[in-house]
């Protein structure tokens, strides 16, 4: 099964510590979304990224996040000095560069 | 303008019932308009889209209606069925993707 494949599943971090959040697109998808689900809230976008390329980071934090989707390897999203308000559901999505996206399974961070 | 308006919260439907959820939009930009089952735990998995050039788009028990005039669209479960039990999120689209919050669907056995 080719589909999105996200690492880990769950991540357990204590505040102040970095979470890496790993996603590795569809066979032959070049194009990566990142999106961030509170508890009984809808996903809210954070950022679109191409190989090599950041298209659209405006729904980033302007402090302590950061994402990149390198030439070879998975897109990884990166949250420095995490604290308590950054736990919730983080979705990969990935696409071909036309409209439909693709989801993962997504990470879910909690931060202690 | 960003936003995408979504009702109910919550539906409970019997089995075999018909569930009816609705979205609204402001941005008359938006040319793509998807929805997403989402089960407990997992990731949203898209159950069916529409463009703004068709009015309705049907497939199996699931059906878009489409009001470009009133920016309105619904998604319609026919014989709806204890395993449609999910979240289900609409969303808007001219490059990236606006969420709705989601409707949380119940369907009675």
């Known amino acids: 099964n080719a589909g999105v494949m996200q690492n880990p599943r769950h991540l357990v971090r204590r505040r102040g510590q970095e979470a890496r959040l790993r996603c590795s697109p569809m066979?032959?998808?070049?194009?990566v979304y990142w999106y961030r689900q509170l508890p009984e809230e809808g996903l809210k976008f954070m950022v679109y990224l191409q190989k090599e390329n950041i298209i659209d980071e405006s729904g980033m934090p302007k402090e302590r996040f950061s994402a990149e989707f390198p030439k070879e390897g998975p897109s990884i999203l990166r949250i420095q000095q995490v604290v308590r308000g950054d736990s919730a559901a983080y979705f990969c999505a990935s696409s071909l560069g036309g409209y439909e996206q693709f989801f993962g399974p997504g990470t879910r961070l909690t931060v202690l | 303008q960003q936003q995408v308006k979504q009702s109910p919260q919550s539906l409970i439907v019997q089995k075999g019932g018909i569930s009816i959820i609705n979205c609204a939009y402001e941005n008359t930009a938006f040319d793509y308009f998807p929805w997403y089952q989402q089960f407990p735990g997992k990731g949203p998995a898209l159950l069916i889209a529409i463009r703004p050039d068709v009015s309705e788009k049907k497939e199996g028990r699931f059906t878009i209606s489409f009001n470009k005039s009133a920016k309105q669209f619904s998604l319609h479960i026919m014989d709806s069925q204890p395993g449609d039990s999910a979240t289900y999120f609409c969303?808007?689209?001219?490059?990236?993707?606006?969420f709705g919050t989601g409707t949380r669907l119940k369907v009675l056995a």
């Open positions: 066979k032959g998808h070049s194009h």
């Open positions: 969303a808007a689209s001219w490059d990236k993707y606006i």
